[in-house]
């Protein structure tokens, strides 16, 4: 007796003994845990190995001889940092061909409008599927308690129809209604946490681009100055 009704408590012997509403909430609360968490799973292995890039490349740059020689080392972007950097001096490039080796007056300008867009494209890469843990979190409570409410709509119809109050009688009935907030929250929380989290890592990583931009104006910007009517130099 004992193992039927804990076996009737089970994740497998709810699924298969409530009624279909909210069966239905139930699939959708444990299918949208276990995408959160192979997003979470996801998120914090890419942010790790884009930190490591970041600082591998953040290295290269002050050691680099000058901004030429290591943007013609580069073959492609590898992370954030290295996407920026190309963006700014494939833009800085462009400006001194077309203008015949010297720099036109919105040179500046256009390297620095180059750097903001690869700044949000890569942000944009890294922000992906964010939105489904904040869904989650704040929708999987709310939906964990329908369901409850659901379940004990079903146990006081069930009591009504059959006039009868036994604890044993209506306490499966409870326990089911009460399941789905239990699913609700098990599926929030870790969303929730690993929301913001990884959030706070992103805006972490957002500062560094920002930061590094600035450093790359600055030098673009000196070389600019320096190159006023005399066409650019290949320094840093």
């Known amino acids: 007796m004992d193992s039927q009704i804990a076996n009737e408590m089970s994740l497998f012997g709810l699924l298969t003994s409530v009624d279909l509403m909210t069966r239905f909430v139930m699939v959708i609360l444990l299918l949208a845990s276990v995408w959160s968490w192979a997003i979470i799973i996801d998120k914090v292995m890419l942010l790790k190995s884009v930190r490591r890039g970041m600082k591998k490349f953040e290295e290269k740059f002050w050691q680099a001889t000058s901004l ?3 943007y013609d080392s580069l073959k492609k972007s590898t992370d954030p940092m290295s996407a920026v950097f190309m963006a700014a001096m494939k833009e800085w490039r462009r400006s001194a061909g077309e203008n015949g080796d010297n720099f036109g007056s919105n040179t500046q300008e256009r390297v620095d409008r180059n750097i903001d867009l690869a700044i949000d494209r890569e942000l944009s890469k890294l922000e992906v599927k964010m939105g ?14 329908f369901g409850t409410v659901w379940g004990v709509m079903n146990v006081f119809h069930s009591i009504g129809a059959s ?28 969303a929730v946490l690993a ?8 805006d972490k990583i957002a500062k560094r681009l920002e930061n590094f931009s600035t450093e ?6 000196r070389r600019l100055d320096s190159t006023a009517g005399q066409g650019p130099r290949r320094g840093r």
Do not use: R
């Open 216 to 221: 790359i104006m600055s030098i673009l910007t």
């Open 195 to 202: 929301y913001n989290k990884l959030s706070g890592d992103i």
């Open 68 to 70: 030429d020689t290591l």
């Open 132 to 145: 489904f843990l904040a869904s989650t979190g704040a929708v999987a409570p709310f939906l964990g308690l």
């Open 163 to 190: 006039g009868n109050t036994n604890l044993i009688v209506i306490a499966p009935g409870i326990a089911e209604a009460l399941y789905t907030t239990a699913m609700g929250l098990i599926a929030a929380i870790p």
